[in-house]
């Protein structure tokens, strides 16, 4: 479809070609991710997968540059956004308040060790940073959550989405074959799968073999996780006004007001849609999937903008950072469930 448009190209056309190429990478994404074993790292890291290798074969498609930057900056703010349906305010405050404690621990302990451990391996601090966050909270939303806030690239992003979600699913694969050998009831279980993989996909996969009590403890573990991603991301728009003014620079952070239509679907679709409105399950699952979509095209956009050959220069440590967080995470939260 990018070769139908050229520079001369007008701003209008080009803005509606990038986002309907975005869309078409996406939905050949879900088409891969129904080939077997592609099925496991399912539409989002697919669609990354085929948008890197668009890159690398055809270059980028600049001549609906416009459009690509749409997708990548307001679809994946209006996904977020949607993102907060979700979430279950009153469950978490209600039921999962003493989990709530060890999901602080979780996403500090994530964060801060992979920081350090990217000072000591000297990885690239932006992608390290990214993967933490992701690590500690919940996968490629919080990424894409806490990007724009600290100023990373966009493939930065990409980047650490991609990583995130390959190694969430490969985390999440291993929390099944070990489960019959571990000595830990449906319940216990399900609380180490929320309060420990990466994605809440992740999480779905792992914990459906617990069973229904299960799987509802994992979720809740996630939740509670994902709560707290508001919280994280004003820290660090706190911390970058420090650094920025310590720094002497004019460079601003700009304020995430998309967390705020998070925060109000989060509230909307806690206390009053199906509470107080009618709002069928239907219609919720069609939110999900809608939000799916946005999303994978949002990270279509995303993966445009990596160059292989700085993948391997500077993915490759943060890579390695991750993985030795996420292990230890897994295995410190296995012993205080």
């Not at 420990?196 to 992740?202: D, G, M, V, W």
């Amino acid at each position: 479809m990018s070769a139908l448009f050229t520079k001369s190209t007008s701003p209008k056309a080009a803005l509606l070609g990038g986002v309907l190429f975005t869309f078409l990478l996406a939905f050949l994404g879900f088409l891969l991710a129904q080939v077997p074993g592609f099925d496991q790292i399912g539409q989002l890291a697919c669609a990354i997968i085929i948008a890197v290798f668009y890159r690398q074969l055809f270059g980028y498609p600049s001549a609906i540059r416009s459009g690509i930057t749409f997708s990548t900056k307001q679809l994946l703010r209006v996904a977020i956004i949607l993102y907060g349906l979700k979430l279950n305010i009153n469950t978490v405050l209600s039921d999962g308040l003493w989990l709530l404690v060890r999901d602080v621990g979780v996403i500090a302990f994530a964060i801060l060790l992979t920081v350090w451990l990217a000072k000591r391996f000297k990885a690239d601090q932006t992608i390290s940073l990214l993967l933490g966050v992701g690590t500690g909270v919940c996968g490629a939303a919080a990424i894409a959550a806490i990007a724009p806030i600290i100023k990373a690239k966009d493939e930065d992003t990409a980047i650490g989405v991609g990583i995130i979600a390959l190694m969430g699913t490969i985390f999440a694969i291993s929390y099944t074959i070990i489960r019959p050998f571990l000595p830990l009831d449906d319940i216990e279980y399900g609380m180490w799968v929320g309060i420990s993989l990466h994605e809440i996909a992740h999480v779905a996969l792992a914990g459906a073999p617990a069973g229904e009590d299960g799987l509802a403890m994992a979720l809740l573990g996630k939740l509670g996780r994902v709560f707290l991603l508001v919280p994280l991301c004003f820290i660090f728009i706190f911390m970058m006004k420090r650094k920025n003014k310590g720094e002497e620079t004019t460079a601003k952070v700009d304020f995430p007001w998309f967390l705020l239509g998070f925060i109000f679907l989060s509230v909307l679709g806690s206390y009053v849609l199906g509470p107080v409105v009618p709002f069928p399950e239907s219609l919720r699952d069609f939110v999900s999937t809608a939000t799916t979509w946005l999303l994978t095209a949002a990270m279509v956009g995303l993966g445009l903008n990596v160059s292989l050959r700085d993948l391997r220069e500077r993915a490759l440590l943060p890579l390695a950072t991750m993985t030795i967080t996420s292990v230890l995470l897994s295995v410190l939260t296995y012993f205080i469930i």
